[in-house]
């Protein structure tokens, strides 16, 4: 009798997610360098679309600067940046604080994607990586003045425990500021149709209430210092780039067409998600 293969857990999920070419493409830095030759943008710079073209962030350059700001991150911190992906908001923070970074991530192509980029940003010196699972961290406790994450706990499937985790490597009087993906007026992207479905894998997401993430934070252990909604700035920060990327004809120029329609869509479908099915939030908490 042939076996029945278990069902795929969500770890795999994730793992395949953001491994594969679903509803849009993760660059490698050799795509990255010719875009930003043909733009006349140095990759060493803090330019706007260095983080819009690279990143699959859905706050821009400008939400995730103040993210940084409320953290209130300095050149003299060990910062810790949870779920890092390919690394476009870790090398966004080298650049505009010089402070020293180690970021992880589940997936080892976007950890090796990472490692790309930092060279090709120059910013290697300043961030260590590893592929590490945030629900087990193998730092030691207290290691950290600070820990930032962007719209990644939206993946984690035991959100309280990745929470304690992060609560114990985070120094006492540290804070964790992170952007986070919540639940829609009318649930989560799993009940998303339209376009949706195909854009990301089904079963990844374990989006919460605000009131929910609250309550996780100081179960946790934090003292929650901010809880705002993003949504409407990332609605039009989100529409904007749709915009500037529909009128910009230069686009096919190093743009792969491909890459270019895949992009379209993939703006025009997240849009039409916010509110009912995807709200953002910014956190900050802090370690007493």
């Known amino acids: 009798m042939t076996p029945v293969p278990e069902p795929a857990s969500a770890r795999d999920r994730i793992l395949e997610n953001y491994s594969s070419e679903r509803g849009f493409h993760i660059f490698t830095a050799a795509e990255l360098a010719g875009i930003y030759r043909a733009l006349g943008i140095d990759p060493k710079s803090a330019h706007r679309l260095i983080f819009e073209t690279e990143g699959l962030s859905h706050h821009g350059q400008a939400e995730m600067l103040r993210l940084f700001e409320a953290a209130g991150i300095s050149s003299a911190h060990l910062v810790l940046d949870a779920g890092c992906g390919n690394g476009g908001p870790t090398r966004l923070l080298a650049k505009t604080k010089a402070c020293r970074i180690q970021a992880f991530d589940l997936n080892p192509v976007q950890i090796a994607r990472a490692e790309e980029c930092d060279r090709l940003e120059g910013v290697e010196a300043l961030i260590e990586l590893s592929v590490q699972d945030v629900h087990r961290l193998a730092y030691p406790d207290e290691m950290f003045d600070r820990v930032i994450h962007n719209e990644t706990s939206c993946h984690w499937e035991l959100k309280g425990a990745a929470f304690r985790e992060l609560f114990r490597v985070l120094k006492p009087g540290g804070v964790m500021a992170f952007h986070d993906w919540a639940r829609g007026d009318a649930g989560g992207l799993d009940d998303a149709g339209g376009d949706f479905p195909g854009t990301y894998a089904p079963g990844i997401w ?15 252990g934090f003292e929650v210092l901010l809880d705002e909604d993003t949504t409407e700035a990332v609605d039009v920060g989100m529409r904007a780039r749709l915009k500037e990327l529909e009128l910009s004809s230069a686009c096919l120029a190093w743009f792969p067409e491909e890459y270019y329609r895949r992009s379209l869509r993939y703006f025009r479908t997240m849009i039409a998600t916010h509110y009912t099915y995807l709200r953002y939030r910014r956190f900050l908490v802090k370690r007493q």
Do not use: D, H, K, W
């Open 206 to 220: 374990f989006q919460t209430t605000p009131a929910e993430t609250t309550r996780l934070l100081r179960e946790a």
